[in-house]
């Protein structure tokens, strides 16, 4: 939308307090629909009918009192240049918006691709570490890892071989390492005893087979 200014100064200027009322009205309906149809306050004189409230009669007036000027068959409006915006300072002022907004709809796009990605939490993608972590350890995970390591201290892999029923060697557990460096030394103490019983057992089953 296009608005047209119409200027304070105008309130003091002569040439408007002497215009008659009709010519007053002709002047600023006149620019009105210059500002509207981006004419450059160019009017061609077959247009004025066209104008609501425009009087033609009154163009001689206007003319005397230097408010426009006719050349042939257009109509310029005097002031024009220095009041109102360009056709092209207008296009200009469009072409800038369209891409201001065109810019934001594809940060937002981004934006929203990037949060449809499943599985992006702080600590997957290498050097993302939360804030306020040192090493960008996730709150919990050491003492997740602890939790497990004492699962896997209760179970017993021998009992498990002894309720197989073919004659294959048992398979080792796999050990989870938490972070804490005393539990991983114990884990791997027990681990060694438990692969010596294995084996043991192991040895015994194919000597009685």
Same mark, same amino acid.
């Given at each position: 939308?296009t /608005?047209a200014?119409?200027?304070?100064?105008?309130?003091l200027d002569r040439?408007l307090?002497?215009?008659s009322?009709?010519a007053?009205?002709?002047f600023?309906?006149?620019l009105?629909?210059a500002?509207?149809?981006?004419? $450059?306050?160019? =009017?061609?004189l077959?247009?004025?009918?066209?104008?609501t409230?425009?009087?033609?009669?009154?163009?001689?007036?206007?003319?005397? #009192?230097e408010?426009?000027?006719v050349?042939? $068959?257009q109509l310029?409006?005097v002031d024009f &240049?220095?009041?109102?915006?360009?056709?092209?300072?207008?296009e200009?002022?469009?072409? &800038?918006?369209?891409r201001?907004?065109?810019k934001?709809?594809?940060?937002?796009a981004?934006a929203?691709?990037?949060?449809?990605?499943p599985?992006? =939490?702080?600590? $997957?993608?290498?050097g993302?570490r939360?804030?306020?972590?040192?090493?960008?350890?996730?709150?919990?995970?050491?003492q997740?890892?602890r939790k497990?390591?004492?699962q896997? =201290?209760?179970?017993?892999?021998?009992?498990?071989?002894?309720?197989?029923?073919?004659?294959?060697?048992?398979?080792r557990?796999a050990?989870? =390492?938490? $972070? /804490?460096d005393? #539990?991983v030394?114990r884990?791997? &103490?027990v681990?060694? &005893?438990?692969r010596?019983q294995?084996?043991?057992?192991?040895?015994?089953?194919?000597?009685?087979?």
């Open positions: 939308m /608005d200014r119409l200027p304070e100064r105008w309130l040439r307090n002497r215009a009322d009709a007053h009205r002709t600023i309906n006149v009105l629909y500002v509207a149809n981006r004419t $450059d306050g160019v =009017v061609e077959s247009e004025l009918e066209l104008i409230r425009v009087r033609p009669e009154c163009v001689p007036e206007l003319v005397r #009192l408010l426009v000027r050349d042939g $068959d310029t409006l &240049a220095a009041t109102q915006t360009s056709r092209d300072e207008l200009v002022l469009e072409n &800038a918006r369209r201001d907004r065109e934001k709809a594809r940060q937002r981004e929203a691709e990037k949060a449809a990605v599985g992006t =939490v702080p600590g $997957d993608v290498p993302d939360p804030r306020g972590r040192p090493g960008g350890r996730v709150p919990g995970t050491a997740e890892g497990a390591g004492r896997a =201290v209760t179970e017993d892999p021998v009992t498990d071989a002894r309720e197989r029923d073919d004659d294959s060697p048992p398979v557990p050990l989870i =390492v938490p $972070d /804490d005393e #539990l030394a884990q791997q &103490a681990e060694a &005893a438990r010596r294995q084996e043991r057992e192991w040895a015994r089953r194919q000597a009685a087979g």
